[in-house]
């Protein structure tokens, strides 16, 4: 269950980037960084497929970085940068949905960062320079991956202001490379989020037997006093996925209408029933 929803996101992952690629970014000549911004640089010089430069420069790459990346790390880039690779071709076929550039670069930025972030939510990568930053990273630890990344991008940006001369696409490879920065953050945030509920009742025990039987969640009972009505309570402390909220709700109320629950917003947790999307 657990490696099909893996694919799953793999597969949606990499179709939302090639789709941000293919349909507003490289028909717009909008130059992030990365090796999306390489193949989009070839492909208006030289008429290149995107999806093409894309492939050849993570196969070249991992070839080059094979001791070092390790034999799983070039696996799953295989199939990432394969089924990008795909989608990119596929979305080029499709007219091109504006030639607005700040449009483009601004949903060509989110799309291109929601799909990463699916993709590395995952456990799967598509490749691009993050290969040649953990290759130069292997070389000089000290160094922080996200700097290095952040320089190659620089030079990539550079590279398409020599060619294509024009200021104001710079200017817009910025916005997107911000954006799209931006979006792999929020994405593997909003798949961490999870719930905690606290449930303050007189029927603890009885509460806790009915969700510990029909749930596969813990639960943790502690007795606690009331001060403002100064009589011996007891709480409830369970650690839910967002969507198991309404049911669970459901069932403390059944058994104690009323109950006072307390839902509250957990960016992270660690532990058993839950993964921890990095």
Excluded: W
């Excluded at 620089?154 to 590279?159: E, P, Q, R, T």
């Amino acid at each position: 269950m657990k490696k099909t929803k893996s694919i799953f996101m793999t597969i949606l992952g990499t179709m939302i980037i090639g789709f941000g690629i293919g349909s507003f970014l490289t028909p717009n000549k909008i130059v992030g960084g990365g090796a999306s911004g390489i193949g989009t640089i070839l492909y208006h010089t030289f008429g290149v497929d995107v999806g093409i430069t894309l492939f050849v420069f993570n196969l070249v790459f991992l070839i080059l970085g094979f001791k070092i990346l390790g034999k799983d790390f070039v696996v799953n880039t295989l199939f990432g940068s394969l089924l990008l690779s795909v989608f990119v071709e596929v979305f080029s076929f499709i007219p091109i949905y504006t030639e607005n550039l700040m449009l483009a670069s601004i949903f060509g930025g989110v799309l291109f960062g929601a799909g990463i972030g699916l993709s590395f939510a995952a456990g799967a990568s598509t490749g691009g320079t993050d290969i040649l930053g953990r290759i130069i990273q292997a070389k000089f630890s000290y160094l922080p991956i996200g700097k290095i990344l952040l320089f190659i991008d620089g030079i990539i940006i550079l590279v398409s202001l020599i060619v294509f001369k024009d200021i104001e696409l710079i200017l817009y490879g910025i916005i997107t490379l911000f954006l799209s920065s931006y979006s792999v953050d929020l994405v593997i945030s909003k798949l961490n989020i999870s719930r905690i509920i606290f449930v303050i009742t007189d029927k603890g025990d009885e509460i806790s037997k009915k969700l510990i039987s029909t749930s596969p969640r813990g639960v943790t009972l502690i007795d606690v006093k009331g001060v403002y009505s100064d009589s011996n309570k007891q709480m409830l402390f369970c650690a839910l996925k967002e969507s198991e909220v309404e049911v669970f709700q459901k069932k403390v109320l059944e058994i104690d209408n009323t109950a006072f629950i307390v839902f509250a917003e957990s960016q992270k947790i660690n532990g058993k029933g839950f993964y921890l999307y990095k």
